[in-house]
């Protein structure tokens, strides 16, 4: 068996040269064979797709527009200092920005469900944490106060089985805690890495916030022109590459979670889970590069160069970290790739049905987030 696993490929191999196939994935069936007699098989072969990618003026794209200045610069502080508040006891109503600990137990018609009860858990009234109306239901109420709430399951909840229903919940606080806010001072000022004083902290923060919403802003222009450009290329995306794909999207989750290190067989896992992915993000990478054949997109030292200088600036030591970057091959090649991907996209953007849409800094900051953690 082992000089036919030599030969079959030597041999599929120079078929393929000499035919000049571009190859995706390879399946070959092993006929009936008997000694003395040519080596029978039949080499299955799936091709990349040949496709033209046209009528980029029908891609509709929504641009992000966020308004930034000294408002939402000052409630990014205002923020800041909420995140290193302490917590006193007191004995009056729930307000917004009060620590409580309350006992709840949730029902959908009557019925108590699963997960939707708690003993002592903390919440931060007006942070977000519970469902929508959740924390709205506790302002007002006092110490060893027990009262029944009724709200409604967003429609996109992860629990599909709670998605868009309405359920009561029983709460009872337990204690109410005031947050005492600190003081923007050299010691305030210093948690951040910050040196100088209150002006050079509000620049350092506007700076801070001007960069990370450039990133948020082009990654969302980006993904409308990606799937702008999926939605106009017609071609059958091969299965072997889909196939690939999810094994490494197996293999990254194992590595995550940290099955790897107790030799979990990725193989348990359905290959349903990951095949919507999978297949999404092997034709976006068959249709830019597609475009980028056509277009002949480069990038330039002075492009990737450019690139690196905005990214360091988000570190401590800007400098220490370009230098270690520019010796890491990889990251470089990843960059040329950012490169080529934002002139694509701006090329794009020159012919495609372009809107401008106004958006909240903060909302665009919280459905990035939201974003990141679901995997996206």
Known sequence: MEVISDIIPQKYTKAIQDEKLA????EIDLKDNKAGEPLRFVANLELFPEFEVSGFDKIQVKRPVVELGDKEVKQMIANLRKQLATFKDVERAVQTDDKVVIDFVGKLDGEVFEGGSAAGSEIVIGSGQMIPGFEDGIIGMSKDQEKTITVTFPGDYQNKDLAGKEAQFDITVKNIQEAELPEIDEEFIAKFGVKGGVDTFEAEIKEN????LKFILQRKVKEQVFNGLREIAEFDVPKALIKREIDAAKQNLVRQMGGAQQNFDVNQLPDNLFEANAKQKVATSLVLDNVMSAQ?????????DALLEEIVQAYEDPAKTKEEIKK????????KAVVIENKLTDWVLGQAQVTDQEEDFFEVIKQNMQAQQAGF
């Open 209 to 212: 916030m001007d960069r990370e």
């Open 23 to 26: 190859v995706a994935g390879i």
């Open 328 to 335: 890491n091959e990889k990251e470089i090649n990843n960059l």
């Open 296 to 304: 002949k997109f480069e990038a330039t030292d002075a492009d990737v």
